[in-house]
Structures are given as C-alpha cells and as structure tokens.
C-alpha cells in the first residue's frame, strides 16, 4: 500500500492555502504544493506502483477535491478518509487545521495581524477592554452584511472609537461564485453565506460547522444585494468559534454568573468568578479534527493572567455529532494536567452545580457525571495557577 503521512498532508495544505490567498492560476505552484506532490508521487515510486501516481501538479490538485479516499493511498487513522482537502477550489476545514499544524497558514497570519492592530489600539484607548469586545462581537453577529449595514458599522466603529478602518481589513466584497440567478443566501444554521455547487442549488459552505459542507440546504436566507462578507480568515478564527463563545457567555449572563468576556483583550475566551472567590478561565477550541486540535495547542493552553483556579478547553458540542468519540481522541493525546478539554454543554452544568443552582442533581445529564468522573484523577490540581 502507498502511505503518504500526516506531515505531508500538512504540506500539501499549506500549499492548497497558498493557492486559494494568491488568487491567481495554479502556476507557478506554491513551493510547499510542489514538495507536497513530490512525496506523494515518491510514495508511488516507493511501493513499486508510479503508473498510479497523479501524473502532474495540476492533475493533483483535482484530486485534492476528491476525499482522501479516492487518491488510492494510505494515511493515518486520525484523518477522516472521507474528507477532501479542497471543496470548490475553497480549503476546507482539514485542510486549515492541516495547515496550522504545519506552522500556521497564510489565513493565521492575516487574521493575527488584523488581531494584533486591534489589540494595539484597545490598548492605547480609555475604554479599550469594552471596545475590544464590541468589536469581536459585532464580527460574530455578522458573518455577511449590507452595503448600508457596513456604512452604519463604520460610523459606530469610527469616531471616538477608531477602528472603522479595521472593518475594511475584515470584510471583502462576496465573490461572484457565490451568486444564484442575481441572488446570495446564508445558512439558516451559522448565518454565513452559502455556496453555489455545479448543478446551481445552494449549498452548506466549506467550514459551516452545523452542516456537512455540499449538503444541499433545504431552508436558506435570501440576502439583500450589494453584501459583504468576512474575510476567510475571520470567518475561520473569529466566526465560527465566535459563536460558540458569545453563546456560551451569554447562557452564563442568563444563569446570573459574574462572567467576562474576552477578559484582558483575550487572553481567554471566558472568565467566570464564583461566589467563592474560585475563577474558571474557559477557552473555545472548534477544531474538526480532535488530533489537529491537540497539536495545536501549544505549551501553554491558557495564559496564567488573569488568575484562575479552574481551566478549561471547551469544544463545542456540536463537533460530536460528526465525531462521536471526539473527547475520547482528545484524551488520548491530552498533555496537560492543569487544563482539561470538556464540552460546552457540560461546563455549562458544571458551573450551574459549582453555583448552587441546580438543586434536583438527576437534571444534569449524564455527561456532567462523566466529567467528575474524569476529574477525580490524582493529577488534579487546584491550586491557584501562577
Ligand atoms: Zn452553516
């Protein structure tokens, strides 16, 4: 069997990345697709079995759209063989985390520099801290936006407040592609524009996390003409776990919890403080791919400042339903000990409980009782994290 390995699948993503920022014709290749294809063709070669081999860079990439499955190769059993890299020429979501963990893509860098401009001005603004968090949720709550509604947002965002020229980074006209007969749509599910397949019928975009990308969608928005959309980059590292965050956040808001959000201009997602004094630091993670997810993560999962005494990576709990053994997978490869990965859902009642207000214990779910399960290991720690 020809077994082509994760790390070249990294490589082969970063490349696909490239290709998709450039906008341009395949060639010249990006370097990291060129290398990319080398190995895969040198795999071929290896096992004795070159006529199989895509014959040519080009053709490659047309196989990229086609699942993993198809390419007639062996990868590792983290992959899902039935995804594809590419979907419409659009990376999909492996193919991002894919990329990341081949030290970042050119999506992470334009979304950092767009987060290290607004992190610098909060910084030097009064009312930074609040401004901060304005601005990530007003990005949340719109995926896509009228011409009329992006001219109001810059006024709201523009003086006094200073960041009407970073919405211009964030937003970029929506590509043609994504027209039908004169119109766009959204997805009833995330709200971010939908997609056009080859036989005209609307379609779930590529990183929708609610519907399997292609799905046909039988319920959609029409969306007034002139709109814009966030750029791929936001989309992926603001949008999509964004939801999850302020969802979360504000289901804690309602439950009377002294919450902050983005505390400290993000250093974590949430900061719950308790009655008790004990603070819990909650950071969202929406990764398909559990493994990508871990290599991901860094040294330090959640930044000691602000204090905490509790944290947590919170996974939407959306992600089991396409991968059911999700927190299993996580787990397998878990190598923090003051850190523990958990489902929003069962951090929610973990905090209800923690908070007294769930007096009939049988309401919480069993997955609350996994979790202290899992938490009475001898490696918990408590203390105060410094
Ligand atoms: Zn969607």
């Known amino acids: 069997m020809v077994k082509v390995d994760t790390p ?9 990345i490239r290709v998709k920022a450039k906008q341009k014709p395949l060639y010249p290749y990006p370097p990291d697709l060129q290398m990319g294809y080398d190995k895969v063709v040198l795999a071929f070669l290896m096992s004795g079995k070159p006529d199989l081999a895509p014959a040519s860079v080009p053709e490659f990439y047309e196989l990229c759209e086609q699942p993993l499955s198809e390419w007639g ?3 590792d059993d983290e992959i899902d063989s039935d995804e594809s890299l590419l979907f419409f020429s659009e990376p999909t979501e492996l193919t991002i985390e894919l990329a990341e963990a081949f030290g970042g893509s050119v999506l992470s860098q334009e979304q950092g520099k767009i987060a290290t401009k607004l992190l610098q001005h909060c910084h030097s603004h009064p009312q930074g801290i609040q401004i901060y968090t304005k601005f990530r949720r007003f990005i949340v709550e719109h995926p896509v936006l009228s011409n009329q509604e992006f001219v109001e947002a810059k006024g709201n965002f523009g003086l006094g407040v200073g960041l009407s020229e970073l919405l211009d980074e964030c937003y970029e006209p929506i590509p043609s592609c994504h027209e039908l007969e004169g119109n766009f749509y959204a997805c009833p599910y995330c709200y971010a524009l939908a997609g056009i397949d080859f036989s005209k019928q609307v379609i779930a975009n590529s990183c929708c996390n609610r519907c399997p990308p292609g799905r046909r969608l039988k319920r959609k928005i029409k969306l007034p003409d002139n709109c814009l959309k966030l750029k791929r980059s936001i989309e992926r590292f603001w949008f999509y776990p964004g939801r999850a965050e302020i969802q979360l956040y504000q289901k804690l808001l309602d439950i009377k919890l002294d919450v902050e959000l983005y505390p400290e201009r993000d250093s974590y997602d949430i900061k719950i403080k308790f009655n008790d004094g004990e603070v819990w630091a909650l950071d969202l993670k929406d990764y398909s791919n559990p493994y990508l997810l871990v290599r991901n993560l860094g040294d330090e999962p959640i930044p000691s400042e602000p204090e905490w005494n509790v944290a ?14 999700y927190l299993k997978e996580l787990k397998s ?30 309401e919480v779910s069993e997955e609350l009782n996994k979790e202290t399960t899992q938490n009475k290991s001898p490696t918990k720690k408590k203390g105060t994290h410094t």
């Open 8 to 16: 070249t699948l990294e490589q082969i993503s970063a490349g696909l």
């Open 333 to 362: 490869k878990w190598r923090w000990e003051n850190v523990k990965p958990i489902f929003d859902d069962a951090v929610f009642a973990l905090a209800k409980k923690k908070a007294g207000l769930v007096e009939d214990y049988s």
């Open 312 to 325: 947590y990576i919170v996974i939407p709990a959306e992600r089991k339903k396409d991968r059911p053994a």
């Open 73 to 75: 190769v062996e990868i």
